[in-house]
């Protein structure tokens, strides 16, 4: 008899394995954090733990593509949810600006946590505001605490207000300090091999934030380290202006020349390429984070998804900012990614397996791990989520799992699954420092919006 495994997830309504493999009735072996093998009913091997699907939908695990997790300190900040993109940063920034390293410990075990709940089981976050140093560190150390996958991006901001920029000084750097945390985040935190949990990526923050000689001299040290690159390109009409008065060119070309346009880079937004440069980004095989919610509620535009994916970008999903989606659900920007691509497109643009493709697959093109993300083949890591909606909601969906998984709900993940160890069980958070983390994020977040 072979010796049992880990962890056996059975007894699925649906299980999803990728985009085209689902088994009715399935299961997932977990062995030391990978998928072991997965099956129908009737060939379940013993196991160690079981977690029961019965009645639900089992998928890979979601990603996250771009997000700003601090940004939960300013959640649905009044003086600013109304304004344009560069109205609701400037309102921001000077809040940002009281960021320290237990501000960021703390939202980030907050919002891990959150994603989680929504099915989220591996993100990146784009921490671009440094008004003290090691604030990345302590993001990584809150997805250690938790065993949460993570790939932190060194965001940066060194263009303030006095030198033509958006931001305060008080959160910007100088290139020298930019360039020298970002290699030293690499040596310390970034984890090349297969499996990791925490991986490093560099990430200047936009156009309008830094200068022309940084974004080089990032690609250039990505290069050397064989780490990605992240940045927000062509996400407004106003950075389309700012290139052309600044650089003299339109957003896809300064980043060209600047050394960008490589397979080594994903994008967040990309809404307003025009066609040629949609396919030179295609070309190169950039990658972009489609962020639904943040540019529906700030009104600045959607991606061309479905043109995206016909050239062959790889395209995934992105919840983006706390502060400007104000959730960090990754079923909701699935949800989302569904309505807007049919929206744009018609009826037949986008499916529910179109959308679970993105979030999934897509999403983990984006970060570089297609071949151990995003799929629950024998050999992935074992990152997986059990779904619950509620019976009610599910009253009447009798013919397609997947698509009632995503048109019916609300969902919510009933077991998040990371690395073979269950962080979410019966819909709830297993993380003994939530508590302490929930009550120190209220204290943080009430004195950063001068509430106290």
């Known amino acids: 008899m072979p010796p049992a495994v880990d962890l056996l997830v059975k007894d699925a309504e649906l299980l999803v394995v990728d985009g085209e ?8 072996a977990v062995t030391d954090g990978r998928v072991a093998a997965v099956g129908g009913p009737g060939a379940e091997p013993e ?28 959640r649905s900040y009044a003086p600013a949810v109304n304004g344009s993109l560069f109205d609701w940063l400037t309102t921001l920034y000077p809040l940002w600006a009281a960021l320290d390293e237990e501000a960021v ?25 440094h008004p003290r140093p090691h604030l990345v560190d302590a993001e990584i150390r809150a997805a250690r605490d938790i065993g949460f996958r993570f790939h932190a991006t060194r965001g940066s901001m060194t263009r303030s207000v006095e030198d033509g920029g958006l931001p305060p000084r008080s959160v910007t750097q100088t ?36 200068t022309k000689e940084l974004m080089t001299a990032t690609a250039e040290l ?33 980043f060209e020349d600047t050394g960008w346009l490589s397979d080594r880079s994903w994008v967040a937004h990309c809404i307003h390429p025009n066609d040629a440069e949609l396919r030179r980004l ?8 489609h962020c639904p919610s943040s540019n529906m509620l700030i009104g600045g535009g959607t991606a061309r998804v479905k043109e995206m994916r016909e050239l062959g970008l790889p395209v995934g999903i992105g919840c983006d900012g706390s502060a400007s989606t104000d959730h960090a659900s ?74 009632a998984w995503l048109r ?31 009550r120190e994020h209220g204290r943080i977040a009430r004195s950063m919006q001068r509430l106290t």
């Open 175 to 210: 290139e020298d300090e930019v360039l020298a945390d970002s290699e030293r985040l690499i040596k310390a935190h970034h984890d090349p091999r297969p499996g990791a949990l925490v991986r490093v990526a560099l990430a200047p923050c936009s156009p309008f934030s830094v």
């Open 408 to 438: 019916c709900g609300p969902a919510r993940a009933w077991t998040t699954v990371v690395g073979g160890r269950v962080l979410v069980d019966r819909g709830e958070p297993v993380l003994p420092g939530l508590r302490d983390a929930l």
């Open 222 to 254: 990505a290069e050397r380290y064989d780490v990605r690159l992240h940045t927000h390109l062509a996400e407004d009409r106003d950075e389309d202006t700012y290139c052309l008065e600044t650089y003299g060119c339109r957003p896809v070309e300064y």
């Open 47 to 74: 196991a160690r733990s079981t977690v029961s699907a019965a009645g639900r939908i089992v998928t890979p695990g979601l990603i996250n593509t771009h997000h700003h997790i601090y940004q939960n300190l300013t």
């Open 105 to 129: 410990h703390v939202s980030a075990y907050v919002g891990m946590a959150e994603l989680l709940m929504g099915g989220c089981t591996t993100s990146s976050d784009h921490l671009y505001v």
């Open 330 to 403: 990754l079923w909701m920007e699935t949800r989302g990614a569904l309505l807007l691509g049919r929206y744009r497109g018609g009826p037949g643009a986008m499916t529910a397996r179109d959308a679970l493709d993105i979030a999934t697959r897509g999403s983990a093109q984006c970060l570089g791990r297609a071949d151990e993300l995003g799929h629950l083949r024998p050999g992935a890591c074992a990152d997986l989520v059990v779904w619950d909606l509620h019976e009610v909601a599910l009253a009447g969906a009798l013919s397609d799992p997947v698509e």
């Open 21 to 28: 493999r689902e088994i009715p009735g399935g299961w997932v």
């Open 282 to 289: 295609a070309a190169a095989g950039v990658g972009v984070a």
